[in-house]
């Protein structure tokens, strides 16, 4: 028999109204959100399940509330389904959906977990807002062309891949002049190039001092050795020492999501049931993407 594998979602899941159903459900979901209130200063339910999205898609508010609501998430399947949580033995998340994986796995108290996120989605917001920059998603173009198109758009100014999603699904970061060549070039490659709604170039070194500003949070959260595998976006492998974990977040913020590779490895391991556990139905697009026969469900109150 094959494993079981959970998924957290990253952002640009969230939309209005998320959580709301869970919370109203499940008690102990619904505690979670209460707990996120007072931890992070203001009402982030009212933001999840109200709006308006305004407020919700901005970088340092969507990260918590992905965070908060996919865990609330998981706490629903452990009601209705807990012999799916005790069977589990891995899990990844993409980008901020990291973070969500180390609580799940025992490596980050949710509170820990939230305070690094809070202060992860300031770093981020703050830097985006220092260098106008962005994020073009290349649909159709293989891994070689997008790396052409990236060399060729330099000219405008930086710009890197920062997210192998799935195959034909690649994401590019970087100022808005190099980001606007991209779409140019792609779209003479015979690609579909989507811009992304989100503040800044993430996963690239436009996010400096981000990642420094994380360090400093990570350093003050109390990390354990996971009791299961957590996938890195970082090299798509599971770390166990808590200082390397550390480490590799902090590298998650300026390196490349390493999502495709990630799913692959865990498919390789032997997961053959995987469960994304939070807003939206990204990730289980991009697992069909990567393996047609592979299994998923979504665990969450989205339309």
């Known amino acids: 028999m094959g494993k079981i ?10 939309h209005v109204g998320m959580g709301r159903q869970i919370a109203e459900k499940v008690p102990r979901a619904r505690e979670l959100f209460e707990a996120a209130n007072r931890i ?31 865990l609330a998430a998981l706490e629903m399947l452990k009601a209705e389904r807990p ?22 796995a025992g490596a980050l108290s949710f509170e820990d977990g939230l305070r690094v996120v809070q202060k992860r989605g300031q770093a981020m917001q703050a830097a985006s807002e220092a260098t106008p920059s962005g994020m073009v998603s290349l649909l159709l173009l293989g891994r070689e062309k997008v790396e052409e198109v990236c060399r060729q758009a330099a000219s405008a100014g930086l710009i890197r891949i920062a997210n192998y999603l799935c195959p034909g699904n690649t994401v590019v970061s970087g100022v808005q002049a190099a980001c606007v060549e991209a779409v140019k070039l792609a779209e003479q490659a015979g690609g579909k190039p989507i811009p992304l709604a989100v503040a800044g170039a993430f996963h690239t070194t436009i996010m400096q001092p981000a990642d420094q500003r994380l360090a400093e949070a990570l350093a003050q959260a109390n990390l354990q050795v996971p009791r299961i595998p957590v996938y890195s976006n970082v090299d798509a492998r599971p770390h166990e020492a808590p200082d390397e974990i550390r480490e590799i977040l902090v590298k998650q913020v300026l390196s490349p999501v390493l999502w495709e590779d990630s799913v692959r490895n865990m498919l390789a391991a032997g997961t053959d049931r995987f469960f994304e556990v939070g807003p ?19 665990v969450n109150d989205s339309p």
């Open 83 to 104: 012999e799916v949580v005790a069977e589990c033995q891995m899990a990844a998340g993409l980008s901020l959906g990291e973070y969500t994986a180390l609580v799940f």
């Open 40 to 70: 992070v200063g203001y009402d982030l339910a009212k933001l999840c399940f109200e709006g308006p999205a305004t407020e919700l898609d901005k970088t340092d508010v969507s990260q918590p509330a992905i965070f908060v609501t996919s």
């Open 280 to 298: 939206g139905k990204v990730l289980r697009g991009l697992l069909k993407r990567i393996d047609r026969k592979a299994d998923c469900q979504s």
């Open 5 to 14: 594998a959970l998924l957290f979602p990253g952002q640009g899941a969230q």
